[in-house]
Every structure is written in C-alpha cells, then in structure tokens.
C-alpha cells in the first residue's frame, strides 16, 4: 500500500513537472549563460587601467632620469664656461638674473627674503616652546588647534586644571608664547609681493588649495545639519515604536528634512559629498540586512519598524528592500547586496580623489618650495659676490684665477682679506652650481610629477566608472549562468518514470 502511494505521487510529481509546474531545463538557454560567462571572463577590466598606468609610471620614471641627466649636463656645461671665460662681475651678473628668474624684481626679493627669514624665526620659537612642554610632561597642541577660537580655548581649560602648580605656569607661558609663532607661520607669504616663477607657482598652490578647500566647505553645512537631522528622525521613529497611537507629524517632518538635505548632497556631486552620501546610504543598508538577520534569528518583535528606520531616508533603497522581501520565506537580497557593492565602488572613487588632490596641492608645496630653495641659495651667492672683501681684492678678475688657492703667506685675520674674500667666491660658486643642477632638476621633476598626477586622477575616475559598472554587472551574469543551469532534465523525468515503472512492476508482481 505505501509503495502504491509513492508510485502514485510519483506519476503526479511527474506529471505537473511535464506539464509545467516545474521549470524544465533547457539546453539551450544552459548555453547561453555559460556564452555570457565565458564572454565577461574574457572582459580584462583590469588591464583597462593597469595597463595605462603602469606606461605612466614608466613614462614618469624615464622623465625623473632624463630631468637629472639634463641639469646634469647644464651644471657640466656651465662649470667650463666659468672656467673659461667668466669674470667675476660676470658671476655676479648671472646670479642675479637667476634670482631675478626665480624671485623677481630687486624689490620682491627683499619682501621675500625678509617673509622668509620671518618663517623661519618663527619654526625656531615654536620649536622652542614645544620643547619647554615636553621637559615638563606635556605635549603643546599644533597651531590649527591654538589658533580655533573654541579648540583653543578648551584647551586652555585643561591646562588650568593641572594639578601641579609649577606645570601648570610652565604650560600656560608655553602656549602664550607659541600663538605669535602660529600667527606668522598661518600667514605665510601671503600679503608678500612675489613675481617671477615663484608668483606662479604659489598662485597654482592658492588656487589648488582654494578650490579643495571650498568644495570641502561647500556643503559641510549641509552634511552637519544631515546628522544632526538623521539623529532627531531615529529618536522620533523609535518614540512612535514605544507609543503607536501617537501623531506621526514629527517623523514626518524629521523625514522631510532628511530627505530635502539628501537630495541637497546628491546634486552637489563632489567628491566630499558622494563620500558622504555613500557612507550614509552603505549605513542604511548595513543596519537594514543587520536588523533582518535579528528578526529572522527571533531576537526582536520590532525588527520591521526598526528596518523601516534605517532605509526610510532613502526612497529608492525602500523600494528595493520592499521587492527583495516580498517572498519572506525566500527573500531576493541579490539587489540590496548589489546596491552595497555599488555604494562601496563609488565611496572608494571619491576617497581616492579626495587623496589624490590632496597630493596635488603637496606635489604644488614641493614646487614652491624647489624654488625657494633655488631663490636662497642664488641670494646667499649674490650675497657673497656682492660683498666688499670680494669687490675690492678680486674687483673684474678671471673666475678660473681668482678661485685659485692662496698661499700661506696670503693668509690672514683680516675680515676682508684676500683669503676671506676667496672663501666668500667659493662658497658662491658651489651654490650658484648646486642651484643650476640639482635644485632645478628638482624642480623639474615636481613639475614632471604634476602632469603625471594630473593623468593619474583621470585614471582613477575611470576606474571608479568601471568599477561601478563591474559591481553591477557580476551579480547579473552569476544569475544568469545559475539560472540557465537550473530546471529540471529530460532524463531526470526519464530516469523518475523508469524508476516508478520498476516499483510499478514490483507492485503487480508482489500483488
């Protein structure tokens, strides 16, 4: 008897696959998913970049070589012409149009020269102070600190409340003396009159830095008020879950806001607001599958609710998370789960972005500061040249005679002896070739670094493109290669009734 039923629901079995209650394999669409698979296998998306980037880097590293190569060959070329044919009035010449070149006009250079002296007393003093906190246990804050109103003064605060009296005076008179220090190095150059290859370069830093700098402020306001908006919604909506009888009026307004400001950061579109978007939105996802999983577990009554919550400020994720659970017994979350890997695509293209405007305007501080380096040293040999020992003992010599070795009897005490005079040429001629060769190959290879980084970020935003489409399209065709492997075989049907015609004959035998 109970072979007679297995039999007969068998044939059933059988018969409502045959006539479509079950999906029937098909050899055909089985190929076509594996087509599509072996088709995207094929699609190196990698390579798109990698290949690219790695030519730039080798096109960056031949440039770096060639820039020494280069300024190699001028300081050669430059030692012999000196050798040759300079005078020393000539040196003095050349120093100063190069200083000219780097600094500008006669006028501009002491501006300069004078800012910078004035950065440099001032990391001496911070220096200093920064020492008299340490040898007394403390750590003087940087000067972003220091300087903010409220930061600063909340630090001040913690130093009053010192226990140690004599620490306490020490730390205070450290940070007194600090601030005037922080004044000045927060000023810079600006207010400098500059021209000459500096005035560029520092303009390309400004505006570098301007332009990071408001776009980051841009919509900070609107990311500030965002939480603040987002933790008030959370409070009311979990208000109304304690007490569903009250008014709705305030979760709603809180979802209003949060959904005016959202769209506010999605339209902005830079890179400070898709990061922050996208962490937001891969926040919302993760407490949304998080909230799931303790429903689906039964540790919670008000999972629903609390599901509700983390998606609400975002309509098209509600959307979402409302198709993929209409099945609660076998949820789809393939689209919630894509929807993360796309967040995760787009957050680390912004990061990136973000990081590599951040070593822009680093790459733009080094090329400035190349030619800073350029401006003093031509300005110490200048100085040097310039010198009354050196006009008055050396006057139009040859340079190749006069950076000749004196003799013993030469020497003497006198500030502005011949030996002292010599001294003051040699030390101008060693700066004035240092700055002719490595100091402007250095500066060439911060300008080569530049282009380079330039391409980079092209490169990396067609990376994120890419890898947005790529979190898309994987899930869809592992879909569809399971989906044309899945259904039930002819002969597995075959194979089922075989085996019910067999159990069937058994049956009638043992009847």
């Not at 018969?15 to 029937?24: F, K, N």
């Not at 190196?44 to 190569?69: C, G, H, M, T």
């Not at 603040?228 to 709603?252: F, G, H």
Request: charge should be neutral.
């Amino acid at each position: 008897m109970e072979i007679r039923r297995y039999v007969a629901g068998g044939l059933l079995l059988a018969a409502a696959c045959l006539s479509g209650g079950c999906a029937i394999y098909s050899e055909t669409r089985d190929k076509q998913g594996q087509a599509v698979e072996e088709s995207w296998a094929k699609v190196d998306l990698k390579a798109q970049i990698e290949v690219p980037r790695k030519n730039l880097q080798a096109l960056l590293d031949e440039q770096l070589v060639v820039e020494d190569e280069l300024w190699n060959a001028r300081r050669a070329q430059v030692a012999r012409s000196m050798a040759y044919s300079w005078t020393v009035p000539v040196m003095t010449k050349r120093v100063a149009d190069e200083l000219l070149r780097v600094e500008g006009t006669a006028q501009d250079a002491a501006a300069l020269n004078g800012a910078l002296s004035a950065l440099q007393q001032a990391r001496e003093g911070l220096a200093s102070q920064a020492s008299i906190a340490r040898q007394i246990g403390q750590e003087l804050p940087i000067c972003e600190v220091l300087l903010d109103p409220q930061k600063g003064a909340e630090f001040d605060a913690q130093v009053a409340k010192l226990a140690n009296q004599n620490v306490r005076a020490a730390m205070t008179v450290a940070v007194q003396g600090a601030k005037p220090y922080c004044h000045v190095l927060a000023t810079g150059l600006s207010g400098v009159s500059i021209s000459g290859e500096l005035k560029v370069a520092e303009g390309a830093l400004s505006i570098e830095k301007a332009a990071l700098a408001e776009e980051e402020a841009r919509t900070a306001t609107f990311r500030a008020q965002y939480k603040t908006a987002l933790s008030e919604y959370e409070s009311a909506a979990a208000e109304l879950i304690a007490k569903p009888t009250e008014s709705r009026d305030k979760v709603d307004a809180a979802l209003t806001r949060l959904g005016e400001l959202a769209e506010k950061l999605k339209n902005a579109n830079d890179s400070f607001s898709v990061k922050f978007v996208s962490e937001e939105r891969l926040a919302s996802l993760d407490r949304f599958l998080s909230t799931y999983s303790d429903v689906v577990a039964g540790k919670g009554t008000d999972g629903g609710s609390r599901a509700a919550i983390a998606l609400a400020v975002f309509p098209d994720l509600v959307d979402k998370a409302r198709v993929a659970l209409q099945d609660l017994q076998k949820p789809n979350l393939v689209p919630l789960a894509l929807q993360k890997n796309l967040e995760k695509a787009k957050l680390d293209g912004a990061q990136r972005d973000v990081a590599t405007r951040t070593t822009l305007i680093a790459l733009r501080q080094a090329h400035a500061d190349g030619l800073i380096a350029q401006a003093k040293a031509y300005k110490s040999a200048h100085d040097a040249l310039t010198a009354k020992g050196v006009t008055q003992q050396l006057g139009s010599a040859k340079l190749r005679e006069a950076l000749k070795p004196v003799s013993a009897d030469q020497i003497t005490d006198k500030p502005d002896g011949l030996f002292e005079s010599k001294q003051k040429l040699w030390k101008a001629t060693a700066l004035f070739l240092d700055a002719e060769g490595r100091l402007r190959a250095e500066v060439g290879k911060t300008r080569y670094r530049m282009t380079a980084l330039e391409r980079e970020r092209s490169l990396t935003l067609a990376e994120s493109n890419i890898n947005q489409w790529k979190a898309l399209i994987d899930p869809s065709v592992d879909l569809m290669t399971a989906y044309g492997a899945s259904g039930l075989k002819s002969s597995d049907i075959q194979a089922l009734l075989n085996s019910l015609t067999l159990l069937w004959i058994g049956v009638g035998v043992n009847k």
